[in-house]
């Protein structure tokens, strides 16, 4: 039996792993379904391997990132509750654990395309980069953010036959780079109502709010457009009987955007972007209509004469 003291610091060690996390890395199954290649056994059991690869490479980029902050985290309003911060793991620890887990994940891509491990370790090294370097110098971060948020797509289209698609590239990178402006307003709106004026470790100060909420909303809108664009390419007319179904996609995203920023505008987006929408209950209609409408023009032949 485990004795209190054990159990402690096993619950300390998940925490500072930030299992809750690992719903960014369902970003790797995009391409398995945009793809359209939920049927092949081959590509489905890639893609979760590869999802399982991320999750240890950023369990291990998040111990190395909080250990790195570890003073920043001390003074935080939300990040002072914080495995390391908090005293309850030892940085011991974490330098033990933090290239364990690496190590096992790159073992693990060995069994995958080497395309899959070249952006796996590229994914791995721009991490480090951002949580020693970047993650301080303002507009970088959030640029390299919105990377390794597309970096995620782009790992699980290397898991599937003929994934390659720089529509998505391209849709990825606009929209997360706006969830990623949105991440540091949000922050700096929490900022705001304690009565300060910037966010710890980080270049940003409340002054720059107007700033990211225009850029935000431009790059979002971005995607949209870019994803018009693809309604009329070759690749949708191969993928989709009535890719102008496809149009219904774009009040959706529309919505969705706009209400993800009223809710940082309002202070009520306290996790990663990309975590939140998972939890919030708005975003998962939008998501079910997006996914309802992408098998209505799969399957069903719509023209403007009519359905057939």
């Known amino acids: 039996m485990l004795n209190k003291k054990n159990k402690i610091k096993i619950r300390a060690c998940f925490k500072a792993i930030r299992p809750y996390h690992a719903i960014k890395n369902i970003l790797l199954f995009i391409p398995l379904f945009v793809g359209h290649q939920y049927f092949n056994p081959i590509a489905i059991k890639n893609s979760f391997l590869g999802f399982f690869i991320f999750c240890?490479?950023?369990?291990?980029?998040?111990?190395?990132?909080?250990?790195?902050?570890?003073?920043?985290?001390?003074?935080?309003?939300?990040?002072?509750?914080?495995?390391?911060?908090?005293?309850?793991?030892?940085?011991?620890?974490?330098?033990?654990?933090?290239?364990?887990l690496t190590l096992?994940?790159?073992?693990?891509?060995?069994?995958?395309?080497?395309?899959?491990?070249?952006?796996?370790?590229?994914?791995?090294?721009?991490?480090?980069?951002?949580?020693?370097?970047?993650?301080?110098?303002?507009?970088?971060?959030?640029?390299?953010?919105?990377?390794?948020?597309?970096?995620?797509?782009?790992?699980?289209?290397?898991?599937?036959?003929?994934?390659?698609?720089?529509?998505?590239?391209?849709?990825?990178?606009?929209?997360?780079?706006?969830?990623?402006?949105?991440?540091?307003?949000?922050?700096?709106?929490?900022?705001?109502?304690?009565?300060?004026?910037?966010?710890?470790?980080?270049?940003?100060?409340?002054?720059?709010?107007?700033?990211?909420?225009?850029?935000?909303?431009?790059?979002?809108?971005?995607?949209?457009?870019?994803?018009?664009?693809?309604?009329?390419s070759a690749k949708a007319q191969f993928f989709y009987s009535s890719p102008l179904l496809l149009w219904f996609i774009c009040p959706c995203l529309f919505i969705w955007l706009n209400h993800m920023w009223q809710l940082a505008q309002e202070g009520k987006i306290h996790d990663d972007p990309v975590v939140f929408t998972v939890k919030n209950s708005f975003s998962w209609i939008f998501l079910m209509l997006i996914v309802l409408i992408t098998v209505l023009a799969t399957w069903i032949t719509f023209s403007l004469n009519g359905i057939s």
């Open 104 to 232: 096992i994940a790159l073992s693990l891509s060995i069994f995958l395309p080497h395309k899959f491990l070249i952006i796996a370790i590229s994914y791995y090294c721009l991490t480090l980069i951002y949580s020693f370097f970047l993650k301080k110098i303002k507009w970088l971060d959030v640029i390299l953010l919105a990377i390794l948020y597309s970096m995620r797509v782009f790992a699980g289209m290397t898991l599937i036959q003929n994934g390659f698609s720089f529509w998505l590239i391209f849709f990825a990178l606009f929209l997360f780079f706006s969830l990623a402006l949105l991440k540091r307003y949000a922050e700096l709106t929490l900022m705001q109502t304690k009565n300060k004026r910037s966010i710890l470790g980080r270049a940003y100060e409340i002054k720059d709010k107007t700033n990211l909420a225009i850029l935000g909303h431009i790059s979002g809108y971005f995607s949209v457009l870019i994803f018009i664009f693809y309604i009329y």
């Open 56 to 100: 240890l490479l950023a369990s291990s980029a998040y111990l190395i990132n909080d250990l790195v902050d570890l003073e920043n985290d001390k003074q935080h309003i939300k990040k002072q509750k914080r495995s390391f911060a908090s005293g309850e793991l030892s940085l011991k620890t974490g330098y033990i654990f933090a290239p364990l």
